[in-house]
């Protein structure tokens, strides 16, 4: 059992970092109901409002992280141009899926749109835990704010849930491949 | 007299939505950046190549940092105009809705491609 070191940090990025802030916005969505949305008019305690804050940065890491590792480790190795007369595209994805019709628009909509998008989760939740940092339990006296917040944390999901899903779908189709093998565990001989 | 007090004092601790509503406007209109810089860097050959600030990633490097400079300027501008304030944040909510809405729409690339 082996797996290439582009195949492992493609493998970080997707599942260690976006599949993880994907569920870790439903945490937050209902977290933020639970604490702001209800008829509970108790005022959330400070261990409760440091958790809130504690977990909204871990957030906001992890979205960084996905978008950053995805931009400027992976993106590269996808886009790569190949040797001119190269006819083995497997180690060039976008090459690849441009190569065929039906493997196109994984590209020319897919990844042009998830490029691009997955940077508003980033900044929407980095807005979500600098007003809560910034206002604490004060929050309880802003609906307004709340409701902001709540909605930007959504926004955040929908964007990630679309970079996710066709980062997975592309790299279905044409995966990011190549570099030093690392081998994981050694496998049964017939 | 006592009540009087008492809910002057939990008026004074409500502390003023201004900070919050610069980081929700900048937030909006970071998200539309992204994809406002993205559609100039695609219709522009010269801002195209502007953009590509390192060259293994491409023009997402350039478009992207952009709209982040962008973004962490216009919520420092506007938290230092308005953090001790209190402002009309349902209009302010109202407009940084529209922007991340519009940025989300003008980043799928058949919309994009309309301009």
């Known amino acids: 059992m082996e797996i290439t070191v582009r195949s492992f940090l493609t493998l970080i990025h997707g599942m260690g970092f976006g599949a993880l802030y994907l569920m870790a916005c439903s945490g937050a969505l209902v977290e933020l109901y639970r604490r702001y949305c209800t008829h509970n008019d108790a005022l959330p305690t400070e261990r409760d409002e440091k958790f809130l804050r504690i977990y909204l940065v871990a957030m906001a890491a992890i979205a960084w992280l996905t978008v950053l590792t995805g931009a400027y480790i992976i993106y590269p190795w996808y886009r790569a141009v190949p040797p001119r007369g190269t006819a083995n595209l497997a180690a060039f994805p976008q090459r690849l899926l441009l190569a065929s019709p039906s493997t196109s628009g994984w590209h020319s909509i897919g990844m042009e749109w998830k490029e691009h998008v997955a940077w508003l989760a980033p900044i929407a939740i980095t807005m979500a835990a600098g007003v809560v940092i910034q206002y604490g339990r004060n929050l309880k006296n802003h609906p307004q704010l709340r409701a902001a917040v709540v909605g930007f944390v959504w926004v955040s999901l929908v964007a990630a849930a679309i970079a996710g899903f066709f980062g997975a779908m592309i790299n279905k189709n044409a995966p990011v491949e190549g570099g030093p093998v690392i081998h994981i565990i050694q496998g049964e001989q017939r | ?115």
């Open chain 2, 1 to 115: 007299m006592s009540a009087k007090n008492t809910s002057a004092t939990a008026i004074a601790s409500i502390r003023p939505n201004g900070a919050g509503a610069a980081a929700i406007l900048a937030a909006g209109l970071g998200s539309f950046l992204v994809a406002v810089i993205a559609i100039l860097a695609d219709r522009s050959a010269a801002v195209k190549s502007m953009m590509v600030f390192w060259k293994p990633t491409g023009p997402l490097s350039g478009v992207t940092t952009c709209a982040i400079v962008l973004w962490i300027a216009a919520w420092a501008v506007l938290n230092a105009r308005w953090r001790n304030r209190n402002v009309a944040l349902a209009r302010i909510n109202a407009a940084a809705f529209a922007l991340l809405i519009f940025g989300l729409l003008l980043t799928f690339p058949p919309i994009a491609d309309l301009f």
